[in-house]
């Protein structure tokens, strides 16, 4: 039996596109198993997929001056320690990461078991994490053409990013009929992650009034966001967060408003769906989001509006423009060939994996 280690942990971003994986290693016959941190969100999501996980010590190396940079080194050694018993343990034909610090140690055990890892970097430029298991890797895919000028050209490969099949079948009146809307009027789909933006809840919010005049609303806002005052607003639904019904609430949506984390995007890009994209500003990040918007933009896929460009009006007339234009900005999105990443980067594990038996 082929076996496979997934990795990759600190955000959901770092764990869907492995989920994405899980359905296609299944049908091959993989004997799978994940390592992430000892509490992270990757270990609840990963659990509930039923998958065995092991949790691994793990600290972040940070690029400025923190009380834990003392502290974390220490916890980081032991997550190398604790990633070389597991993969001796396992010895698996093939890693996948996904990112994040907990999958760096996961990755150099591989390195020193001579075990090929497929890292994907979902951002336009490869973060820390990335940078440094860059060396380890076999193979390192991507979801920007402009990403291959900062990887190795021999282990560079442009796939895009793995969606959850699930994502792909909602039912657009099931949706409708799950938030309580009517078909008679289109419907904008607001997302500000999974941890939510208090600066697009805000916008949205106060715009309210002028935008339910012609459309309906439907936030996922974050836990801990909701506004109970608006608990009553005729076409207007809030949600801290959706699961399983997330794939019909993407159906029911004329036009989708996000930030620009590289998943989400790609997920709004499969689904053809006409978007508005608020990347975090630089002062909030390293600055991937704008980079990301902006390369979805120059492909004709988005339409971008700067979290500092916010205004009542801008934001109105982003929201009108791109309603109107849904229609273009759908065609350049069916031109893409990055929406069949599963099997690319399947393909890819498979070669590694039947390479070592």
């Known amino acids: 039996m082929k076996k496979i280690v997934l990795t990759g942990g600190g955000t959901a971003g770092h764990v869907t596109p492995n989920l994405a994986l899980l359905p296609s290693l299944r049908e091959q016959g993989y004997e799978i198993h994940y390592i992430g941190s000892y509490n992270g969100i990757e270990r609840k999501l990963i659990e509930g997929a039923g998958i065995q996980y092991d949790g691994i010590s793990s600290g972040k190396l940070r690029r400025y001056f923190d009380l834990k940079n003392f502290s974390d080194p220490f916890r980081v050694l032991k997550g190398c320690a604790e990633a070389r018993s597991l993969m001796k343990k396992y010895r698996p034909d093939v890693v996948f990461s996904k990112g994040g610090f907990v999958a760096v140690p996961v990755v150099l055990a591989a390195r020193h078991y001579k075990i090929p890892t497929i890292i994907h970097e979902s951002d336009m430029t490869p973060g820390l994490a990335n940078k440094i298991c860059i060396p380890s890797a076999a193979k390192i895919c991507c979801n920007f053409p402009e990403t291959l000028a900062y990887l190795p050209k021999e282990k560079a490969v442009l796939t895009g990013s793995p969606i959850r099949k699930e994502l792909l079948e909602g039912d657009r009146l099931t949706g409708l009929n799950y938030c309580g809307l009517s078909s008679n009027r289109p419907v ?6 999974s941890l939510g933006s208090v600066a697009v809840n805000n916008a949205v919010r106060k715009l309210l009034p002028r935008l339910l005049e ?9 836990k801990g966001n909701l506004d109970e005052s608006l608990s009553c607003q005729r076409g207007y639904v809030q949600y801290e967060y959706v699961d399983a019904p997330l794939c019909h609430l993407f159906a029911a949506a004329d036009l989708i408003l996000s930030r620009a984390g590289a998943n989400s995007i790609c997920e709004i890009l499969a689904l053809r769906k006409p978007n508005i994209l608020i990347p975090l500003s630089a002062a909030a990040s390293r600055g991937d989001q704008i980079l990301n918007a902006r390369s ?15 205004t009542d009006d801008s934001l109105f007339d982003a929201i009108q423009d791109t309603y109107n234009n849904r229609h273009q900005f759908m065609a350049s999105m069916e031109q893409s ?14 070669s590694y994996a039947e390479a070592q038996m």
Not at 214 to 222: E, K, L, N, R, W
Not at 299 to 309: K, W
Not at 337 to 350: C, K
Request: charged letters at 15%; glycine letters at 10%; a negative charge.
């Open 188 to 193: 904008i789909l607001v997302i500000g992650g």
């Open 214 to 222: 012609q459309y309906q609303v439907i936030h996922i806002c974050g």
């Open 296 to 310: 979805f933009a120059k492909q004709g896929f988005s339409c971008v509006l700067e979290e500092d460009q916010i």
């Open 337 to 350: 060939n990055l929406s069949d990443a599963v099997s690319t980067i399947m393909d890819l594990i498979s």
